[in-house]
């Protein structure tokens, strides 16, 4: 099944992310039914299943309709510049097995095709602070950081540093966050990388961003690490 509920990517612009998503649904094919009704105007390039079927609705030269308000790396308009995978899951239980298995195995193929770096899959979470969870506190992040899908912070210890509110949110902001309130990156910055952390802002937090933001952040002479 294809989705209608797409366009032509804008000014220009060619995949350079990939975000992920789930669905918050009660099965695959109601979120299959979803994001190809015309009426509901959303969409995803690929929707995979619990049991690891790669549904490939939008292609992916063409532009999906799943970012929604949101910035990373310091741009907008997101769904010019991204795949979106969605994933069947409530948000409240664990990825499936083969599911992982797929997306690993996708996102190989999407990031060798569009040319695309590991620190450019993202969540949800990630460009949408306080807008959007997913995928959540039970996704992997680490195993995909290290089949190289993604990344994932050194030891927080050795850059761990006092807590420093404004050198939080300029490293957060330095490695791609949108620019916002220091409560809210920190709880989307411990969604992705440190979900047991509570608490207050405390140094191994800081450990965690500085190590991102020196090793994946934006050069602000280059846009680029």
């Keep these: 099944m294809r989705s209608p509920n797409f366009g032509p990517r804008r000014d220009g612009l060619r995949p350079e992310l990939v975000v992920l ?39 992916e030269d063409m532009r999906a309709w799943h970012a929604g308000a949101g910035a990373w790396r310091g741009a907008g308009d997101v769904n010019s510049r991204s795949i979106g995978i969605e994933l069947a899951n409530s948000g409240a239980v664990p990825f499936a097995a083969r599911q992982i298995d797929a997306l690993e195995h996708l996102l190989g193929g999407i990031l060798s095709r569009w040319h695309i770096p590991p620190w450019g899959v993202i969540g949800h979470s990630d460009m949408a602070p306080g807008r959007k969870p997913d995928p959540g506190p039970r996704f992997d992040w680490r195993r995909l950081a290290l089949c190289g899908l993604s990344v994932w912070p050194a030891a927080a210890s050795a850059m761990a540093a006092a807590p420093d509110g404004p ?7 330095r490695f791609g966050y949108p620019d916002t309130d220091t409560a809210l ?27 991102l933001a020196a090793r994946f952040g934006i050069d602000p002479a280059t846009k680029a690490p």
């Design 21 to 59: 998503h789930y669905t918050a649904m009660e099965c695959c094919e109601a979120a299959l039914r979803r994001l190809c009704d015309p009426v509901r105007k959303v969409s995803a390039h690929y929707l995979i299943s619990e049991t690891g079927t790669i549904h490939a609705l939008v292609g």
């Design 185 to 211: 990156l920190l709880q989307v910055v411990r969604a992705r990388f440190c979900p047991w952390r509570t608490g207050a802002l405390g140094p191994d937090d800081m450990g965690v961003i500085l190590d």
């Design 167 to 173: 050198r939080f949110r300029a490293a957060a902001t």
